[in-house]
């Protein structure tokens, strides 16, 4: 693409001149295209950046438009990831945005595309280049946070809470942690929760419910609602939050009031609270070898609920998981899920023949 100028064979058979920036100017409209669609059927915007992101990145370093490229350029860049470390599945993740996009262009852009270029979208994916689902796409190497050092973090929150001349930051974020381990929710889920998805009204056992409008959806399909009980004293955290800290900040916001607000009034961001985890567990004091992720939050919140008994069935659909081998990945081998999951049925079997006896 160092070229300047660029002759193409139309569809009509007559050379066409075309310069750098005539040929730039048509492949971001293409691009354009694709994050309008996204942000059509109700991807986020921390998703689309992200999606983004990866094509770019692919682009530049192939150096090609994306009319041009070949199964030889993808190997190329497949070979750079490699080269710099990352997981299977984050390699995955480009290969499924590369071709989400061509196959976005085949469907909606193909005529515009030979009509203007004179080319038909590259097909360039086959056996020897496509990244598929393996085990090590789970999370099944993240260790939950031990139990202690957890509590060390959350208790240093409140001694700041009454010290600190941030009061509102700090207890925000003691919620915002507090809750992604209390209901492994995603960080990027919690972000994006409204005061209305807190219900106090729903549910039979009157604890109440939260709504995640932004869940993982599953292999691109965007987002999955699902209802969240307010299970593990959440419902008491939520009501002192919204009672006490939430009327501290003013918002710029028109209709939806987001449930957890910057100091200038915005939507917190997934990224801004990796970064105040990690700079208030440094703060705590915790050594940087046992500080913990958002995600390992989760991994607890999982890990908490096996130990006491709960079918797996019931923390996949709390934690928003398709498929329960998902979950299975996130009770690591000293758990005794199975052995209390007998004790727990052992009872049962035991009080229905105590109560067939007393017939």
Do not use: C
């Amino acid at each position: 693409m160092n070229n300047k100028l660029r002759i193409i064979n139309g569809s009509d058979d007559n050379e066409r001149l075309y310069t750098i920036e005539e040929m730039n100017k048509f492949q971001q409209s293409l691009i354009s295209g694709w994050e309008l669609q996204q942000r059509a059927v109700g991807y986020t915007e921390e998703s689309i950046a992200l999606n983004l992101r990866n094509i770019k990145e692919f682009l530049e370093l192939i150096d090609k438009y994306i009319w041009d490229i070949t199964p030889e350029d993808v190997d190329k860049f497949y070979a750079n990831l490699v080269g710099r470390n990352l997981a299977h599945s984050t390699r995955r993740k480009y290969q499924s945005n590369i071709s989400t996009f061509l196959n976005y262009l085949r469907t909606r852009k193909s005529l515009e595309i030979y009509q203007k270029i004179g080319v038909t979208v590259p097909d360039v994916f086959d056996q020897f280049n496509k990244f598929f689902h393996r085990r090590d796409d789970n999370d099944i190497k993240v260790v939950p946070p031990k139990k202690e050092i957890v509590d060390i973090f959350f208790d240093f929150l409140i001694e700041e809470m009454k010290y600190s001349r941030k009061y509102k930051t700090v207890a925000r974020d003691y919620v915002f942690f507090k809750l992604l381990g209390l209901l492994g929710i995603r960080i990027n889920e919690l972000t994006m929760v409204d005061v209305s998805d807190v219900r106090f009204d729903l549910g039979t056992t009157e604890i109440g419910k939260i709504n995640i409008r932004y869940g993982k959806g599953s292999r691109g399909t965007g987002p999955k609602q699902r209802w969240v009980p307010l299970i593990n004293g959440s419902r008491k955290l939520l009501e002192w939050y919204l009672k006490n800290v939430h009327v501290l900040f003013n918002g710029n916001y028109e209709n939806e009031i987001p449930l957890f607000l910057t100091e200038s009034g915005d939507r917190v961001t997934r990224d801004a609270m990796r970064a105040n985890l990690a700079r208030r567990e440094k703060k705590a004091g915790i050594p940087e070898s046992e500080r913990f992720s958002a995600h390992q939050l989760r991994h607890a919140f999982a890990t908490d609920l096996a130990g006491r008994g709960v079918d797996i069935l019931t923390i996949s659909k709390l934690l928003g998981h398709s498929n329960i081998a998902t979950t299975a990945g996130y009770l690591d081998a000293s758990s005794d899920y199975i052995e209390k999951r007998i004790k727990v049925a052992q009872r049962k079997w035991k009080q229905e023949l105590l109560e067939l006896e007393d017939e």
